[in-house]
């Protein structure tokens, strides 16, 4: 059987590609931060039925990575790789972030989280990239 080596001399990660992952992962957080915040404080004072909860925070996380894309990607170019790896990081910080919160360090975090987040930051930073102009 013969082997393939694989080669990632051809994937440059630059200052600017840096910043953007950095830039859209960290807006992502903010965002979901706050969007929990509000719909926690519609919760407690409306009365939410409990099945509907867990759709409004897997909207959240859609939209927060969505616009993180738009709003953090600068450099209109690597939309794919740039979004996939935020995608990844943002999974993994507010999942971290809300343990932190709820007072526990006890959580889950799961294959399904991670490739989500890797397909929806992969999705949204070529949305990103492809709508606007170049802010550079």
Do not use: W
């Amino acid at each position: 059987m013969k082997t393939h080596k694989i080669s990632l001399d051809k994937i440059k990660i630059d200052k600017n590609t840096l910043c953007d992952i950095l830039r859209m992962t960290l807006i992502s957080v903010l965002i979901t931060l706050v969007a929990v915040l509000i719909f926690g404080i519609i919760v407690k004072l409306a009365d939410v039925p409990s099945g509907i909860i867990m759709p409004i925070n897997q909207v959240i996380k859609v939209l927060s990575i969505l616009l993180g894309a738009v709003i953090g990607i600068k450099c209109k170019e690597k939309g794919v790789l740039k979004g996939a790896v935020a995608g990844l990081l943002y999974t993994v910080i507010s999942v971290f972030v809300f343990l932190i919160l709820n007072k526990t360090l006890t959580g889950s975090f799961g294959a399904v989280d991670a490739v989500s987040g890797i397909i929806l930051g992969a999705v949204s930073g070529i949305i990103a990239v492809n709508t606007g102009k170049n802010r550079i």
